[in-house]
């Protein structure tokens, strides 16, 4: 058994602080400013190409904007992306979220999408939620051959509108099916 020493602690000590620096905690990190910024792009985009989103905004008690969504298969697939939660326009909350598939794929893309709570319950539910999975309570809209996208929101009963916009790549759909989304700390 060895005895540790003032001067062994000491070098330990030192060697160490490299390794802990690189672990970085987001103290003074400026991810979220980054994070910001792209959501802010994303929704000039959205509202300078789709005005009907406008109503859908201001109908809305929040929105989870996802900037860009990178996903990847070949049989097994993937994907990611980082956005952020704005309520009454000012950001409250980060997120990731994750996707993974299996079947007949291949291929990559990359889109953005923006999830309108239309209720205040549904917002709870996903701001309480560990990590909430898109299902079943969302309506998709989706641009008609990259003419304009058309949501009736005055019809709408769905608790959650998702807009996917932005498609890039070679890949077949964009769907949020099954993607998980999870609260961070940028």
Same mark, same amino acid.
């Given at each position: *058994?060895?005895?540790? @020493?003032?001067? &062994? $602690?000491?070098? %330990?000590?030192?060697? #160490? ?48 904007? *996802?900037?860009?969504? @990178?996903?990847? &298969? $070949?049989?097994? %697939?993937?994907?990611? #992306?980082?956005?952020a939660l704005k309520i009454n326009n000012s950001t409250v909350d980060y997120y990731s979220s994750t996707k993974g598939s299996?079947?007949l794929q291949i291929g990559a893309q990359q889109f953005a999408h923006v999830l309108f709570f239309m209720t205040q319950d ?23 051959? #990259? ?16 807009v996917i916009f932005g498609q890039a790549g070679a890949m077949a759909g964009a769907s949020l099916e099954g993607m998980k ?6």
């Amino acid at each position: *058994m060895s005895k540790l @020493t003032r001067r &062994g $602690f000491t070098l %330990g000590v030192i060697a #160490g602080t490299p390794l802990l620096a690189a672990c970085g905690n987001g103290v003074g990190s400026t991810s979220a400013q980054k994070i910001d910024a792209r959501v802010d792009s994303t929704l000039n985009h959205l509202y300078s190409n789709y005005p009907n989103t406008r109503d859908l905004a201001a109908k809305s008690t929040g929105m989870l904007v *996802m900037p860009l969504m @990178t996903e990847a &298969g $070949f049989m097994f %697939g993937g994907g990611y #992306g980082r956005g952020a939660l704005k309520i009454n326009n000012s950001t409250v909350d980060y997120y990731s979220s994750t996707k993974g598939s299996f079947g007949l794929q291949i291929g990559a893309q990359q889109f953005a999408h923006v999830l309108f709570f239309m209720t205040q319950d549904a917002l709870e539910r996903f701001r309480r939620g560990s990590g909430w999975v898109a299902g079943a309570d969302i309506e998709y809209v989706f641009n008609d051959r #990259g003419e304009n996208i058309r949501a009736d929101t005055t019809t709408s009963t769905a608790p959650v509108v998702a807009v996917i916009f932005g498609q890039a790549g070679a890949m077949a759909g964009a769907s949020l099916e099954g993607m998980k989304y999870t609260r961070i700390i940028p």
